[in-house]
């Protein structure tokens, strides 16, 4: 039996999106088409995309729908940033850090939120910028301090865009009450289809310059026929998704007993989600924990990635100023229906593991 701990990667699909996409399934026609099958589709998109921007603030006109968070977040950054220098936080996701490669970094505080002091001079210090940052970091969970990052933003005239693809459905996301140019959203962090997700625009950004073009689409702001059926299971997982709170009693149980077998938790004293640790074992390489939880039936991750027989460390880990430890840690993240023999299960591995991982002999054979 697996579990599956491992939703900071992919939610499981919820049953209210599967109803819904198989509802949808059963339409055949093209959103852009005028004819009655057409407009049944469209139909079903747009009040898919009225559900999602009542969920997330937005008026729905400014909801440009797209494959995913990660072509949210380059669209954002191609047309909110034009013009602009481009200001990321130092933990951003690789979708912000690939489309902002020359970007200036803000640093973090060692347990995960970004340096606002930092961040209000390199604002002051040059001409209006684009700053990208996270709401909810996937690796650590770690929540940033937006609405203080918004704020500073509007003093110097920088937009802003928030990258939620994490915190969606798991903590309060409202781009209005967030203050922000843009959100970039994901259905398969909430528990919807992988293949579809969302830019939110703040009114006075509604209409930007695509990054796809085509047949004109999204108001032409996004070419390509829309995925209605994902989109209505986007819709309604964003609907069953009621937060993160409910799991942090099973996220601390698994935390404790990783603790007492010798982990840290990394950035545990931030404001984190609540389904999501980060657990460093000194002297254990993150791959390894993770294939030896795996042959366990336990699926998690690890914070670095491993080429060529290499860990590269966590770029996150590392920006928290955790020297060799941020090769050794692994992301915990518990879904929406986590249950607690999946923590009793986890427990029971991470024991055996931390033991035969930290042994001697191991140690001197890595
Ligand atoms: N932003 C963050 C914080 C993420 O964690 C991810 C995916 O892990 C993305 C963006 C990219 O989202 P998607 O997988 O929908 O492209």
Request: charged share 15%.
């Amino acid at each position: 039996m697996m579990h599956y701990l491992d939703a900071n990667a992919t939610e499981p699909l919820r049953p209210e999106a599967r109803d819904a996409m198989l509802a949808a399934c059963g339409i055949t026609g093209n959103p852009s088409s005028v004819h009655c099958a057409g407009r049944a589709a469209r139909r079903v998109m747009e009040d898919s995309r009225e559900t999602l921007a009542a969920r997330f603030g937005c008026q729905p006109g400014d909801l440009v729908f797209t494959s995913g968070g990660t072509e949210a977040d380059a669209l954002a950054v191609h047309a909110l940033g034009q013009g602009r220098r481009l200001v990321i936080g130092a933990t951003e996701h690789d979708a912000i850090r690939a489309a902002a490669p020359d970007a200036t970094l803000v640093p973090v505080l060692s347990n995960g939120p970004i340096d606002l002091g930092v961040l209000a001079g390199i604002l002051s210090a040059g001409p209006p910028a684009l700053v990208c940052l996270m709401l909810a970091n996937n690796e650590t969970g770690t929540i940033q301090p937006v609405a203080e990052a918004a704020a500073l933003c509007r003093v110097h005239g920088a937009r802003l865009h928030v990258d939620a693809v994490q915190a969606a459905g798991r903590m309060a996301v409202n781009l209005g009450a967030l203050g922000a140019s843009s959100i970039a959203i994901s259905s398969h962090k909430i528990g919807g289809p992988t293949g579809v997700g969302a830019l939110l625009l703040a009114p006075e950004h509604s209409s930007v310059v695509p990054l796809i073009r085509g047949g004109g689409q999204e108001r032409g702001r996004r070419g390509g026929t829309p995925p209605v059926a994902a989109i209505a299971g986007f819709a309604a997982a964003a609907m069953a998704a009621v937060g993160t709170e409910a799991l942090a009693a099973l996220r601390d149980a698994a935390e404790r007993a990783a603790v007492i077998h010798g982990a840290m938790v990394v950035g545990g004293d931030a404001p984190r989600l609540g389904n999501t640790t980060c657990l460093a074992l000194p002297g254990a390489r993150a791959d390894m924990q993770v294939i030896a939880l795996d042959l366990e039936g336990v699926a998690v991750s690890a914070g670095a990635a491993c080429s060529s027989g290499k860990v590269a460390a966590s770029h996150v880990l590392a920006a928290m100023g955790l020297g060799a430890l941020a090769g050794q840690a692994i992301r915990v993240s518990l879904p929406w229906n986590a249950s607690a023999a999946d923590v009793d299960a986890f427990a029971a591995a991470y024991v055996r593991m931390a033991d035969r991982l930290r042994s001697p002999l191991v140690s001197r054979a890595a």
